[in-house]
């Protein structure tokens, strides 16, 4: 065990923080965001795909984002990781010790 | 019994006998084996099983004939259920996974040190789980039902002895890897059928690529019909409805207990991530396809079936119009059929457009089985978390902290036993249909646990009367909502599936107005709370980081 510096740890959890209100935000944009404002994206007439532009956000646009964001989180958390000198095969051993009680 | 009724039949019960043969090669052998698969289970293939899970018969059966139904106000169940895997995988899953207990009841009651909290949140998991299954065995049973010309109350009988078995031998375990397979098989019987529409209607085989050109042609078909076109915003609904279900169906997707236990099936908080991530792929494969699903099947009705003599139905009309599922009124009088006259109930959408569309009995047979792993595959994993709420949370944690493995074991079984049962009588007249069961069981789960998990692991100052107020005060403004609405009092146009916005909020505020007002947890609980924003290798301790270099213990 050895002690990690207040700076470094707290700059963990800021990084992972930071990432986590970004991609939030963006999926929220994605469905939240077009629904409120489906009626006039209705008006304006735009088509994606060959159909109404807010119903492509609705039935692929929206749930492709999300999986987009979804790796893309996975891939960049475990550069952070590996940045802040985190071995996933440490991990495995800890959770598997520490989890059943 | 026809050909159809023999193909179809002979498809299910092969798939079965995979499940069962699956669950009974991994039989538990200890306590670990039958919550959580021992942890052992790898991020793509939990990816695919959390499939499997999720996928119940609201989305196999129910999804597509919604949106075929509603048009675009259907649509806020594709962009719910799938957003809700952002809000689990970013703001819960990791963090649960590092605390490492057994089940949701588990992590309320001793991250909050209370075992009020630990009752509240194991009745009302099994509240949540009990309803959700409601929904699958009577998807169940109107599958069986439709196949062997037998009353749907007799499908879902037969549906839950074969649930009973497979779930109660294999637990997690057997569970995982049955899902696996229900997953491959779903997806399978899904994609075939609009794979066959879109070469029969637009001659390419993508149906993702070419049905929003259909989309269009629709709304010009209703044009011409003088109704409002199938994709026009909240013809159906308010957009406060719109949103307020869209609300409720992520957030409840994201406190489903029987969902979360997934993500301690897997070794680290990395590998929560990627499964996660891997999950909602496979997941979107079937959300991705619906509505194109049900743009199909509305065009192929559109221009096969309306506007034909009435007295001259094609074969399929007749054994659904049986089940009491489709209705056909000569309304305008003249002897044809207009879209007016038929009223369709969304569950039969998937089942009978491959009928209506002539592709073959073996691909309506490949439906068929395909309905019913989606249904089981769920059921499946409702039960166990029914169980271990039971014989771990209440039996083992609360009543009778001595108990052997063995007896654990054996409470377990007899509660997925009993809870078959009791939800199979429910079923036999269930209280409404397939995705307005399931809806409300989201409502419940997000009013209920939503706040408290989310908060419990990024606040450290939440303790736990707020915990206790905000269970049971979202729960309770969640079911009143649901009543007063179905009774036609409602705020702001939104109905009785939306509810979970009320339920939320009011948890919300509650955990926070309670939490503090009221003295802050002991200082090593919120020790345990700083801990969860670090991945396994940092421990928090007295405010300080420490990294563990060398796992040797």
Redesign the interface.
């Known amino acids: ?4 510096e ?1 700076a ?2 707290d700059k ?2 800021r990084i ?1 923080t930071i990432m ?1 209100i970004i ?2 935000a963006i ?1 929220f944009a994605v ?2 965001g077009v ?2 404002f ?2 006039s994206i ?1 008006e304006g007439g735009a ?6 532009a ?3 956000m ?3 646009g ?3 984002t ?2 987009v ?3 893309l ?2 891939m960049i ?2 550069r952070v ?1 590996k940045a802040f ?4 095969k ?12 | 019994m026809d050909q159809q009724s023999l193909v179809s039949l002979t498809l299910i019960l092969l798939t079965f006998a995979l499940y069962i043969g699956i669950s009974v090669y991994n039989r538990a052998k200890v306590t ?1 084996d039958f919550y959580v698969a021992s ?1 052992g289970i790898p991020p793509v293939w939990n990816g695919m099983a959390i499939g499997g899970d999720w996928m119940s018969a609201a989305s196999f059966i129910g999804m597509a004939g919604t ?1 075929m139904i509603l048009g ?1 106000d259907g ?2 169940y ?2 719910g259920w ?2 809700g ?3 689990l ?3 819960l899953a990791p963090q649960l ?2 605390y ?2 057994f089940t949701v009841p588990e992590f309320i009651g001793d991250r909050f040190d209370s075992n009020a909290a630990r009752l509240i949140a194991a009745i009302a998991t099994i509240i949540i789980s009990f309803t959700y299954i409601i929904g699958q065995l009577s998807g169940s049973g109107v599958v069986i039902g439709r196949l062997l010309n037998l009353p749907a109350s007799t499908g879902v009988m037969i549906g839950v002895v074969v649930i009973a078995i497979y779930a109660s031998l294999g637990g997690m375990k057997g569970v995982t890897w049955t899902q696996v397979a229900q997953y491959l098989i779903l997806i399978t019987a899904y994609i075939i059928p609009i794979i066959f529409m879109s070469l029969q209607v637009t001659g390419n085989p993508l149906p ?2 070419t ?3 259909i ?2 042609e629709l ?1 010009a078909i209703d044009r011409e019909l003088g109704i409002s076109e199938y ?4 013809t159906e609904s308010d ?1 406060s409805q ?2 307020a279900l ?2 409720t169906l ?1 957030v409840g997707t994201a406190a489903l207990p029987h969902v979360i236990v997934r993500f301690y099936t897997v ?4 590998a929560a ?2 499964s ?2 891997w999950a ?2 496979f997941i ?1 494969l079937l ?2 396809s619906a ?1 194109a699903y049900a743009a199909f099947s509305r065009f192929i009705i559109m221009t096969q079936v309306v506007g034909q003599p009435i007295d001259e139905l094609p074969a399929w009309t007749e054994p659904w119009v049986n089940t009491g599922l489709l209705e056909i009124a000569d309304t305008g009088g003249d002897g044809i059929l207009e879209w007016e006259d038929l009223v369709i109930n969304p569950d039969i959408v998937v089942m009978a457009t491959p009928e209506i569309a002539n592709l073959g009995v073996f691909v309506v047979g490949l439906i068929a089985a395909g309905a019913m792993a989606a249904a089981l595959s769920t059921a499946g994993g409702l039960l166990i978390t029914i169980s271990s709420s039971f014989a771990h949370d209440i039996y083992y944690r609360l009543l009778k902290p001595d108990a052997t493995d063995a007896k654990r074991l054996k409470a377990g079984r007899i509660a997925i036993v009993l809870a078959t049962v009791a939800a199979g009588i429910v079923a036999l007249d269930p209280p409404g249909v397939i995705t307005q069961i399931i809806a409300w069981a989201f409502g419940l789960a997000g009013g209920t646990f939503f706040p408290v998990l989310f908060l419990g692991v990024w606040w450290k100052r939440m303790n736990a009367q707020g915990a206790i107020a905000g269970m049971l005060g979202g729960l309770g403004v969640t079911l009143g909502y649901i009543f007063l609405s179905m009774n036609g009092i409602m705020l702001f146009g939104i109905q009785d599936t939306g509810a979970g916005v009320f339920g939320v909020t009011a948890n919300l505020l509650l955990v926070i107005i309670v939490s503090l007002l009221t003295p802050p947890p002991a200082q090593h609980l919120q020790d345990e709370a700083m801990d969860l ?7 928090y301790k007295d405010g ?8 040797d ?1």
């Open positions: 065990m050895r002690k990690v207040k470094t740890a963990y959890f992972r986590v991609f939030l999926g469905s939240f629904a409120f489906a009626e209705y088509l994606i795909l060959g159909m109404p807010h119903y492509y609705g039935a692929q929206a749930v492709i999300f999986v964001l979804l790796f989180n996975a958390s475990d990781d000198g985190i071995d996933e440490q991990n495995e051993q800890i959770s598997g010790g520490a989890s059943d009680h | 670990s942890r949106v675009y649509l806020a594709i962009m799938t957003g895997y952002l809000l995988t970013f703001l996974r590092k490492g207990r993702w690529l049905y929003g050109n989309v269009n709304g994709f026009a915003p909240f957009r719109f949103l869209l609300f992520m070794t680290t908080m990395k991530r990627w996660g991530a909602l792929l979107a959300y991705l509505p924003r670090y991945p396994e290798q940092m421990t300080e980081v420490w990294m563990n270099d060398s796992a213990k």
